[in-house]
């Protein structure tokens, strides 16, 4: 995996990790305090700022991390909602982000300004992230209302943050307001009981006006895991009215495989002694039938007449994201076929059940030999074209549960399992045949050939990599035995046009370990 790669990956794996986190707080204070922190842990900044809106439309930078001289700088600093908003008018959109550049600064808002900005020499000026330079994440509730602003600063890097970096901060600022918000629909509906205050007309108007989804869930004989009460929210977001919730249970709605996810959340939540049961994450479905993900945390009210709450709010786009991000990670972009990394997985199993005497697998490592003349006459487009071709047509020889890969450049892989020598042999014979079919491209026929190397796995193969080296040597050995022919016809005046086969390939290796040890 390419060093860009690596890092995107972790950067990803590490937003994935404290997204979750955020939503962990007991408190408001906690709840600021972690996303703050999960910006400087996950994200890629030395510095982070929650500036919490309050009610009379004024913000407060009340949450800080990554410097103690921002922290005493900063922190309890209070500004006008006109001032602060208007100060980002002067802002460029970065999507949800909103970046000030240094040209731009103004002192007017208290502000605190690093002393330098270590970056590497080699970066150019204009990608720099200079002392004066802000980025900010305005955080919403899920109804859209405003609830504070978050500032970053001191990227990682030194350099201005990149298109991944920028994504990553706006789903963590997205899952941080939607954190925020129900913090502050926790903590109202605690002080409301605290205090003895809450009216039962005051409790309908904060839970009916709830941007979350709402519901009461009752927890006596008769009433066990059913929804007794729902907000409007709620029934927006699965598509019932309210009197069809009311009339069954939470289980009722749920996937069938996620069935058992709940009862083991609602049983923790009855002996959590209040503390909520948060973001377990489920697929619900909607009256319309289709199927969306949801997070809910789970509160009990304890009392003469004990009820749960739940608050549930719609994470399928979320979830898609998510899934697209690892499947690009694991998928060749150009073929899509699997990649070296996605690869390990079938292939470690393969080699487990090998040891485990439960069948024999064969791995052929797949080399184009013309590939190179294609891409020096006719350009990357037809090299890129052989590629997809190739791919397609490895794709189509094997069975459901085997692998094809591209490990890189013009090399690929097929995992199969669960055959004989003569089978093997077959298949990679197969793939010269396939492989070796003219390519139409852009009114050209394009040839190209492959070398073929199988490695048998058994319980000799100790790891991943001791089956690619293997399969790489017999690769190798099918190579050399082509070139050996080639010099043979140059030298009997025999003569082929560019891609085309000229007879048998001399066999197909069938490398063991011992074999390949041998080979060397």
Known sequence: ??????????????????????????????????????????VGFGVAVVNYLHPEGVYEAVALAGSDEARETLLGVRYPAEDLDGYLERAERWGQLRFLPHARFSDHIQSWVPDEVPVDDGVPEDERWHPLDALFAPLRAPDGELVGILGVDLPADGRRPGPLQRELLEMLAAQAGIAINNANLVEALQRERRHLAASEEAFRLAFDGAGTGMCMIGLEAADLGRMTRVNPALCELLGRDERELVAVRLGELLHPDDVEVARVAFAAALTSRGAPVRDYELRCVRGDGQMIWISATMSIVAGPASFGILQVQDVTDRKATEADLVRRALCDPLTGLANRDALAAPLAAAIRRAHAGQGGSALLFCDLDDFKVVNDTLGHEAGDAVLVAVAQRLA???????????????????????????????????????????????????????????????????DAGAALRIADRAMYQVKGHRHDNRMTDKMTGRVTAFGERTGASGGIPLLRLAEAETAQ
């Open 1 to 42: 995996m390419e060093p860009d790669r690596d890092a995107a990956m972790a950067a990803i794996r590490s937003v994935y990790r404290i997204t979750g986190r955020i939503n962990t707080g007991v408190t408001l204070a906690e709840t600021l305090q972690l996303i703050v922190d999960a910006v400087v842990d996950g």
């Open 396 to 462: 189509g020889l094997v069975r459901p549960g085997d692998t094809v890969a591209r490990l890189g450049g013009d090399e690929f892989v097929v995992l199969t399992e669960n055959v004989g020598d003569l089978a093997r042999v077959a298949l990679a014979e197969r793939v010269e045949r396939a492989v070796s079919a003219p390519i139409m491209h852009d009114g050209h026929v394009l040839r190209v050939r492959v070398s073929v190397g199988v490695a048998v796995i058994d319980d000799t193969v100790a």
